[in-house]
C-alpha cells in the first residue's frame, strides 16, 4: 500500500512549483515586457490608420454605452479614442490615438507590466510610457507615445503590431493613470 503525502509536502510541493513559475516569468521579463492579460483572437487591419482629426463639433465628449464603472481606461476601437475615467465618472480626459495592426477584442482587461524608459518599439521608433493591457494571437497590445512625438510611420505590408500610439501629453497622462492593477476596457 502506498502512503499519501502529508498536507505539508503538498504546500511544499506547491510553493517550489510556484516559485519556479516566478523565476521563470522574471527571466522572460528581462527579454521583453510580457502583458499579464490574454484575449481571444483578434481582429487586424491590412495597414495603419491615422489617428481622426478632431473638430470641435465632431469631437465625443461622452464615455462609451457598455464600459463598465468606476476608474478606467476606456479605449474605442471604432472612434479610435481613449477615456481615463475616474472614480466619480467624470472623463479625466479624452483623446484619440494611432492604433496598432492588431486589436484586442472588446471586453475588460487590466494593466499589467509598465516600462517607463525609451524602448524602441517593433517600427524602430523610439517609444515611452508603455503600458501593457493584452496579448492578441501572440502579439502584444499596449497604449505608448514616441520620444519624438510623432506619428507612427505605415508598417510594412504583413506587419502585426500592438501598439496603439498617442501624442507625447497624453502618453504621459495615460502613463500617470493607468498604474498596475487599472481596468482597461476595449469597446466597439
Do not use: C
Not at 169 to 186: H, I, M, Q, R
Amino acid at each position: 500500500m502506498r502512503a499519501v503525502p502529508s498536507p505539508k509536502v503538498w504546500v511544499t510541493g506547491l510553493t517550489v512549483g510556484a516559485t519556479a513559475v516566478v523565476v521563470a516569468l522574471a527571466v522572460q521579463a528581462d527579454r521583453g515586457p510580457k502583458p499579464t492579460a490574454t484575449a481571444t483572437p483578434p481582429s487586424a487591419s491590412a495597414t495603419a490608420e491615422p489617428a481622426p482629426k478632431e473638430t470641435e463639433s465632431a469631437k465625443p465628449t461622452r464615455v462609451p454605452d457598455g464600459s463598465g464603472t468606476g476608474r478606467r481606461i476606456v479605449y474605442s476601437l471604432g472612434q479610435k479614442r481613449v477615456w481615463l475615467v475616474d472614480e466619480s465618472e467624470a472623463t479625466r480626459r479624452t483623446f484619440t490615438v494611432w492604433p496598432g495592426t492588431v486589436d484586442p477584442d472588446p471586453g475588460k482587461y487590466t494593466v499589467g507590466q509598465r516600462t517607463e524608459d525609451p524602448i524602441t518599439g517593433s517600427d524602430g521608433v523610439k517609444i515611452e510610457h508603455v503600458v501593457y493591457f493584452a496579448v492578441a494571437s501572440g502579439v502584444n497590445v499596449a497604449f505608448s507615445n514616441a520620444v519624438d512625438g510623432s506619428s507612427p510611420p505605415p508598417p510594412e505590408s504583413g506587419t502585426r503590431t500592438g501598439g496603439i500610439r498617442m501624442k507625447t501629453g497624453d502618453g504621459s497622462a495615460l502613463w500617470k493613470f493607468g498604474t498596475a492593477g487599472t481596468t482597461v476596457t476595449v469597446v466597439e
